[in-house]
């Protein structure tokens, strides 16, 4: 049984959520809900006070004895959001906490869903695709709204998802945990090799995917450290946060938090080469034409050193997860490579995806295939990175449970 936050806000499709929280019910969660002042319009407060069993207001100041506008958002393992209009989105994006549905989701620390519906011109407008991937950022799932009739003739993107496919599509933040229990290490971004005290070789990773792996995890129940080298995007609230840099300085953290995690995540892109002298001073133009020539050397090979030192030391995690960005050739396929790579890496699960100069890096999607050390075949995921994140996930959690039935 989930304690679960029902938001309802001003739109038509209102009437949808009444049937998502008797899913909901039926299911035998405890539902609180909240609707925007202007529902009513729509839905009476007795509908969902007859169908949740519970008292309902919009208004901050009823219930103060018992604190309402934290106390629910605290409590709740799950704030939902069916439907949310471009004006909650763009409350809820820019912080404000002007009534008792806002105030609980600056409250509450729970995974928070939220199904949009309104009318394409608006769902399309700058300031809600803004808002809308603010709140993604964020954590938050905003689940992509179906095409369709909408309120009057018109039909496109906008409508509400039917109320059972939503139940569906939570499944995961309604079941128990799959991490519960379990301590993952995660690495993410890309290292940046010092130069000189004002130069460095970086990469174009954003740090998206750890991010979405990061909270994927944590969604799933397991307490997660999440070692970030640099990142375009914020970190997730409530994981463990350290700092790396450099290959090295990332090497030496990993070595710090590996022992007595169930499972490491290797998804930083790690710099293989570094320059083989970091200059005192700032590299000089030293006349009109001549450049420097830049030595590099070999970086240490995290992944593969971490693998190797499991055998001397049954702390280090039992399940290590690579990642490799591959670029198919006329000598090979992405998929062959991933295979000869999870080979030579040593790690139990390999994620592969296809990098090229549109592809993967920076960009909101993803398409990968996981690939098993055992031999399983191969997992596919496409989708926004914190959608791939979750099929990731999943498969580790198997990888991990596997591992604990068979020491067992
Ligand atoms: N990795 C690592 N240390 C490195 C390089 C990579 O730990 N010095 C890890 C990455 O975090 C990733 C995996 O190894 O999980 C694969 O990285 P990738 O750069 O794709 O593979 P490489 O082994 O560097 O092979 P390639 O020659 O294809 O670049």
Request: include cysteine; aromatic fraction near 2%.
């Given at each position: 049984m989930k304690r679960i936050v029902l938001g309802v806000s001003a739109g038509i499709a209102a009437y949808k959520s009444v049937l998502?929280?008797?899913?909901?019910?039926?299911?035998?969660?405890?539902?609180?809900?909240?609707?925007?002042?202007?529902?009513?319009?729509?839905?009476g407060n007795a509908t969902w006070e007859a169908l949740s069993g519970n008292p309902v207001t919009s208004n901050v100041f009823d219930a103060v004895d018992t604190v309402n506008h934290v106390r629910l958002g605290q409590q709740a393992d799950l704030v939902l959001v069916v439907p949310a209009t471009a004006d909650i989105l763009a409350r809820a994006a820019s912080g404000l906490a002007d009534d008792l549905l806002t105030g609980t989701l600056l409250a509450t620390r729970a995974p928070v869903v939220m199904a949009p519906a309104m009318h394409t011109e608006m769902w399309q407008h700058p300031a809600t695709v803004a808002n809308t991937a603010v709140l993604r950022e964020r954590?938050?799932?905003?689940?992509?709204?179906?095409?369709?009739?909408?309120?009057?003739?018109?039909?496109?993107?906008?409508?509400?998802?039917?109320?059972?496919?939503?139940?569906?599509?939570?499944?995961?933040?309604?079941?128990?945990?799959?991490?519960?229990?379990?301590?993952?290490?995660?690495?993410?971004?890309g290292t940046r090799e010092p130069l000189d005290p004002v130069r460095f070789l970086g990469n174009r990773s954003s740090g998206r995917q750890g991010v979405a792996l990061a909270q994927a995890a944590r969604d799933a129940g397991a307490q997660v450290t999440l070692i970030a080298t640099h990142l375009e995007?914020?970190?997730?609230?409530?994981?463990?946060?350290?700092?790396?840099?450099?290959?090295?300085?990332l090497r030496e953290a990993v070595f710090a938090h590996a022992e007595r995690q169930d499972a490491l995540i290797m998804n930083a892109a790690v710099a293989d080469f570094r320059p083989a002298t970091i200059e005192g001073s700032k590299i000089k133009k030293r006349d009109e034409h001549s450049a420097p020539v830049i030595e590099l050397v070999r970086n240490p090979d995290i992944l593969a050193e971490i693998v190797c030192a499991r055998g001397a030391n049954d702390q280090l995690p039992p399940v290590i997860v690579g990642f490799a960005a591959e670029t198919g050739d006329d000598q090979g396929s992405v998929l062959?490579?991933?295979?000869?790579?999870?080979?030579?890496?040593?790690?139990?699960?390999?994620?592969?995806?296809?990098?090229?100069?549109?592809?993967?890096?920076?960009?909101?999607?993803?398409?990968v295939q996981v690939l098993f050390a055992d031999g399983k075949p191969a997992v596919g995921a496409a989708g926004s990175k914190i959608e791939v994140a979750r099929?990731?996930?999943?498969?580790?959690?198997?990888?991990?449970?596997?591992?604990?039935?068979d020491a067992k």
């Open positions: 998502l929280l008797r899913l909901l019910r039926e299911a035998g969660h405890h539902v609180d809900v909240i609707p925007t002042g202007n529902v009513a319009n729509f839905v954590g938050v799932r905003v689940i992509e709204p179906a095409s369709g009739r909408l309120t009057g003739k018109d039909s496109g993107p906008g409508r509400l998802p039917e109320p059972d496919q939503i139940f569906e599509s939570i499944q995961d933040l309604l079941s128990e945990p799959i991490l519960a229990g379990r301590k993952v290490l995660i690495t993410a971004g995007v914020p970190a997730p609230h409530g994981v463990e946060l350290v700092h790396a840099s450099s290959a090295l300085e062959d490579y991933g295979r000869a790579k999870l080979a030579r890496k040593g790690c139990e699960l390999l994620v592969v995806n296809e990098v090229g100069a549109n592809l993967t890096f920076g960009t909101d999607s993803n398409t099929v990731v996930i999943g498969q580790l959690a198997a990888e991990i449970n596997g591992h604990v039935a």
